[in-house]
Every structure is written in structure tokens, then in C-alpha cells.
């Protein structure tokens, strides 16, 4: 489905964003994994070459402008177009209230969420401009519509985020982009594994009150996302696609 | 190649042309079953079934009006009899009394009501209980795929028409009703979700998409940001997905397929 088509997974190293870089490739696509970790990158590439596929790691922190610059410049230099990006770094912030967030965690969630997406879709546009249309993919949050004890500046950068996808959506449908996000339920990754267990709800008391009773896989999620991407979805724009299991609609 | 939906059995309202047309091909051509019921002359149900047989599996029309009291049972036990069971309901079918509050008669909104909120819950009821009763003791299904209802709401839900306030409000009803059964039928492994059209080609709208100088169209592109009608084929599509176990962790949500009319 991805035949040739060049795709950009940011937070392409774990979780979400390396179960996305595999699908993508799966399906014939050029991938570049870019995460701030090269290392962890680079396993993820190897793999995707082991198996027949064009893939390459960008080392890059997506709350650092020329950074982001350099690395969508990467992408284009070596596949020589960008027709997907899935825009998945994140960062869950210090797992504190409001009161007790300290303003450098809260400009690090802000940073990451916020302006990071901002600054991927700010240079990975125009190229997709200059090509006649693109789809672009953002990782939200369930969060960006309810929220859960201690995640005060997360769930406010998520709530941003959404609002980030929305507007992209708007300008750019005109021009063939399409911009959408998924909004991820509990998902068993290492952003959730690394959650302090004493500061947040255990995983089972998570479960039952998910009406399908599990946590999701990060395949899920990403089947979602590559979906989005996809032909598939040609008159999807300007959606948040909550993939919960249901967790929204449960509030009492 | 195996299709997404090989071996599932679907069951549409209102499949004979338009959205529910476009649902019924895509998911024939993941290789499902389709049974569907509809209010055209029976040719043209035939027509449209066999498009879905064309894609190898087994596709039936029947000829009803789901709006008669005795019709919902008559659809279902239909379905079974003919496809041997459902695994995927999708309520499409739709009545659109194009009157005001002020013009519409107690029976316009009544019938409004009937079609669009009362049909989906009964349908939904006999699904449920079918699905339920013919799955082994496991009240926690852990996949989420032991059936799927696909409820085919509006933007009018969220957005107010005063052209059609009976549809409009049945309409928010049907999204809410969705996100309901989706919390209590989550534990049975079955996933509920609504998709909310915008605007869209059907057989009413078709003829001012199709001449660029009707002021109507004219006016509706203008709020389209994608820049065109919702398609029959897109929403088979997002419905194949759905309907699909890549979709496995995906319910109570409302799914709005309009070209980004919604966030405009």
C-alpha cells in the first residue's frame, strides 16, 4: 500500500513509533526512524534492511529547530521526497500536578508535544507542498480529551496538540495534505511501563475500567495510524481517532 | 489474497445505493458476506448485490420498508437464515423529512425517530443477543472482534440544521446510543462506533454535485476543506477498516468522515 512512497516516523525507535517504521515497511515503504537516540534507531533500520527494506536512522530531537530542519532536509536528500510523516515523539512531562510541576518540566512536555509537532509539520509541509499533497499522521493522546491524576502539563499539551491537527488540517486540505492524529488509550509501551507505579493507576485497575478489559498493543495503535496514512483514508482530514478500547466513553 | 473480512457475515440497512452501496461493496471485497435490506424497485437491489457477489462471496437484497413495525425482526431473522449469522451490523438506512419544526407533522417526527433511532436499537438488541448467545463462555473477550455495529450517524449531530431538526436530533441520539453500547458490549468483545457523514453524493445530492454552476454546490464546496462530496466508495473504505481486527482496539467513538467539514 506504501509501495516507494517515502514515509518519516519521529519517535521511530519504540513503542508506537518503531511498531509504525516496521508496518511501513511492510507495505513497501522508505523509512526513516528518527529519534534522539541513534543507537536504538539503528536497530530498528537494521531489522527493516534484514527484511528486504530501505531504511534509514536520523538522530534528532524534535524540540530543537535546526534539528527538525536538518532532519526533514535528511529525508528528502536521501528519498528525495517526504510523502508521509508520522509525527509520534512525545513526552509524558514530570507526572505532577500543576502546583508541582517545575517550569523546567513543563517547558520540556511543551517543547516536545507542542512545539516539537509544530516545528516537524513547519518544515515537512512545504516540501509536501512542492510535491502536490501529502498525509501527515500526529500522535495525541487520550488525554487530549479527558485526563488522569498528575498529568497536568501533558494533558494540557495534548489538548494543544489536537487543536495543532485540526488547524494543519484546515490550511492544508486545499492542497492535498491531509492531517489527522490517533489518540491513544492505555497502551503498553515504555512511555506507559515507565509511569511511576506509586504516582499512577496500577494496570489492572486500568483494565477494568477499559470497556474491552486490555491494554492495547503498540501494533494497534500503529495499524491505526498507518491507516490514516493511507489511500484509505482520502476523505479522512482533521480527525483525532481515538483509539481507547472504549476508556472515553466510561466516566462514571 | 485472503481479504480483511473473509468469513464475516455483514448486515446493512438502506443497501441498495449511496453510503450503504459503497459499505456493501467495500466489505464484499474484503471477502464478508452481505445481506441488505432496501426501498428500491427490486432490480435495482439486485443490481447492487451483484456488484458485492462480483468480489466472490455471498451478497442478498431484500425488498422491505424498515419503518413497518414488524420489520427489523423480519430483516434479521433474514439475514441469519439466508447467511447463516451477522457479525457486522451497519444501520445506514435513513428518512429525511425535509421540513422545519414549524412545518413538520407529529407523525413526520415520529417516523423520523422510528427510522433513524428506534430500527438501529432494535437491530442492534437482536445482534447483540445472537452475538452473545452464539459465542462460548467468555464474557471477556479479549480481541474485540466477536462483532462490530458500524451506526451511520451525521454531522448533523453535532451541527445544528434547522431544515431538519427530527434528523438532527435522532441523529445525535444514534451517536449516544453508540458510545453506550459500546461500554456494555466492550466485555462481549463487541465494538460499537458511529460515523458521521458530511456532506455527501447520494441520489438526492447527486444532481447539483454533478452541475458546477448550481449555486448550492457552489456553496457547500466552499465549507467542504478537502473540496468535494463524500464519495460511496470512501465510506466503504473507513467501514472495511472499522469493521477490520487492525481496528481491534477502536469503539465508542464518533468517527466523522466529511473531508474536514467538522473542523471548519
Redesign the interface.
Known amino acids: 500500500m506504501f509501495k516507494d512512497k517515502a514515509v518519516l516516523v519521529t519517535g521511530g525507535n519504540s513503542g508506537i513509533g518503531a511498531a509504525a517504521a516496521r508496518i511501513f515497511a511492510r507495505q513497501g515503504a522508505r523509512v526513516a526512524v528518527a529519534a534522539r537516540r541513534l543507537v536504538a534507531s539503528q536497530a530498528v533500520v537494521e531489522e527493516m534492511r534484514a527484511a528486504g527494506g530501505e531504511a534509514i536512522a536520523i538522530a534528532a530531537d524534535v524540540a530543537e529547530m535546526d534539528q527538525v530542519q536538518a532532519m526533514v532536509e535528511q529525508v528528502v536528500q536521501t528519498f528525495g521526497r517526504i510523502d508521509v510523516a508520522f509525527n509520534n515523539a512525545g513526552h509524558t512531562g514530570d507526572n505532577t500536578t500543576l502546583v508541582d510541576c517545575t517550569p523546567e518540566a513543563w517547558d520540556t512536555c511543551f517543547n516536545v508535544n507542542v512545539r516539537g509537532l509544530w516545528l516537524c509539520m513547519k518544515y515537512e509541509i512545504p516540501h509536501m507542498l512542492g510535491q502536490g499533497g501529502g498525509a501527515i499522521v500526529n500522535t495525541s493522546s487520550g488525554l487530549a480529551e479527558f485526563s488522569s491524576p498528575r498529568m497536568a502539563a501533558y494533558t494540557a499539551a495534548k489538548h494543544a496538540a489536537n487543536g495543532l491537527t485540526i488547524s494543519a488540517a484546515l490550511d492544508y486540505a486545499p492542497h492535498n495534505i491531509r492531517v489527522n492524529s490517533i489518540m491513544p488509550g492505555a497502551t503498553l509501551t515504555p512511555m506507559l511501563q515507565g509511569l511511576d507505579p506509586k504516582k499512577h493507576v496500577p494496570l489492572d485497575d486500568m483494565r477494568s475500567k477499559i470497556p474491552l478489559r486490555r491494554i492495547a498493543s503498540p501494533e494497534e495503535m500503529a495499524e491505526a495510524a498507518v491507516w490514516l496514512a493511507s489511500d484509505q483514508a482520502s476523505y479522512v482530514t482533521g480527525v483525532n481517532l481515538m483509539v481507547d478500547g472504549g476508556l472515553k466513553v466510561k466516566r462514571w | 489474497m485472503a481479504g480483511k473480512l473473509a468469513g464475516r457475515s455483514a448486515l446493512i440497512t438502506g443497501g441498495s445505493h449511496g453510503i450503504g452501496r459503497g459499505i456493501g461493496e467495500a466489505l464484499a471485497a474484503e471477502g464478508a458476506d452481505v445481506f441488505f435490506c432496501h426501498l428500491e424497485p427490486e432490480a435495482d437491489g439486485e443490481v447492487a448485490a451483484q456488484a458485492m457477489r462480483a468480489h466472490g462471496v455471498r451478497a442478498t437484497a431484500l425488498r422491505l420498508d424498515i419503518s413497518d413495525p414488524a420489520a427489523p425482526d423480519r430483516l434479521f431473522a433474514a439475514a441469519v437464515a439466508a447467511h447463516g449469522k451477522v457479525d457486522i451490523l451497519v444501520n445506514n438506512a435513513a428518512y429525511i423529512p425535509p421540513k422545519t419544526f414549524l412545518q413538520m407533522t407529529d407523525a413526520d417526527f415520529e417516523k423520523s425517530m422510528r427510522v433513524l433511532l428506534h430500527v438501529p436499537y432494535l437491530l442492534c438488541r437482536r445482534f447483540a443477543d445472537a452475538v452473545i448467545a452464539s459465542r462460548p463462555a467468555q464474557p471477556?473477550?479479549?480481541l474485540?472482534n466477536a462483532g462490530v455495529i458500524l451506526n451511520i450517524a451525521s454531522a448533523s449531530a453535532r451541527n445544528a440544521r434547522a431544515d431538519r431538526p427530527a434528523y438532527s436530533a435522532a441523529k445525535a441520539g444514534l451517536v449516544m446510543l453508540s458510545?453506550?453500547l459500546?461500554?456494555?458490549?466492550?466485555?462481549h468483545?463487541i465494538?460499537v462506533i458511529s460515523i458521521s457523514p458530511g456532506v455527501t453524493r447520494t441520489k438526492a445530492t447527486a444532481p447539483f454535485f454533478d452541475d458546477p454552476a448550481d449555486e448550492r454546490w457552489r456553496r457547500m464546496r466552499a465549507i467542504i476543506?478537502?473540496?468535494?462530496p463524500?464519495?460511496p466508495a470512501?465510506f466503504g473504505?473507513?467501514a472495511?477498516?472499522l469493521a477490520s481486527p487492525?481496528?481491534?482496539?477502536?469503539?465508542?467513538?464518533d468517527?466523522?468522515?466529511?473531508?474536514?467539514f467538522?473542523?471548519?
Open positions: 471477556e473477550d479479549t474485540g458510545k453506550a459500546a461500554w456494555e458490549l466492550g466485555p468483545g465494538r476543506p478537502l473540496g468535494r463524500g464519495e470512501d473504505h473507513v472495511a477498516f487492525e481496528a481491534a482496539y477502536i469503539t465508542g467513538l468517527f466523522a468522515l466529511d473531508g474536514g467538522s473542523v471548519y
